[in-house]
């Protein structure tokens, strides 16, 4: 069982930044994909980004890339979203998710996620 607790989240004006992270348990966090997803308010949960197990290869959403940016410690278990440029409607709950397999874009195809961290632009 991994547990998944997601940090970093709050309120911040239209073009500021935040860094959100997120601590694994679990001894095998280094061969885990891992991801970010957001579920904003009235609308559907849908995928941010991944990282691969060594943190070589990543993949991004159109809608936040050049702007966000995934990133992993696998020596502290942590996997971090750098998000700069934020704007009103990157406002969401952002949930952290970890994947036995490779990357996806489809949130149910992950095996673990945590309670997910607020994210609130102000314009």
């Known amino acids: 069982q991994v547990q998944l607790v997601e940090s970093g989240g709050g309120l911040v004006q239209a073009g500021g930044s935040l860094r959100l992270s997120c601590a694994a348990s679990?001894?095998?966090?280094?061969?885990?994909?891992m991801g970010w997803f957001r579920q904003a308010p009235g609308k559907e949960r849908e995928f941010v980004a991944a990282?691969?197990?060594?943190?070589?290869?990543?993949n991004y959403a159109d809608s936040v890339k050049g702007r966000f940016t995934i990133s992993r410690d696998n020596a502290k278990n942590t996997v971090y979203l750098q998000m700069n440029s934020l704007k009103s409607e990157d406002t969401a709950v952002y949930y952290c998710?970890?994947?036995?397999?490779?990357?996806?874009?489809?949130?149910?195809?992950?095996?673990?996620w945590g309670q997910g961290t607020q994210v609130t632009v102000s314009s």
């Open positions: 998710v970890a994947s036995r397999w490779g990357s996806t874009t489809i949130f149910s195809e992950y095996n673990w």
């Open positions: 679990g001894r095998a966090f280094g061969s885990y994909t």
């Open positions: 990282i691969s197990w060594s943190g070589g290869t990543t």
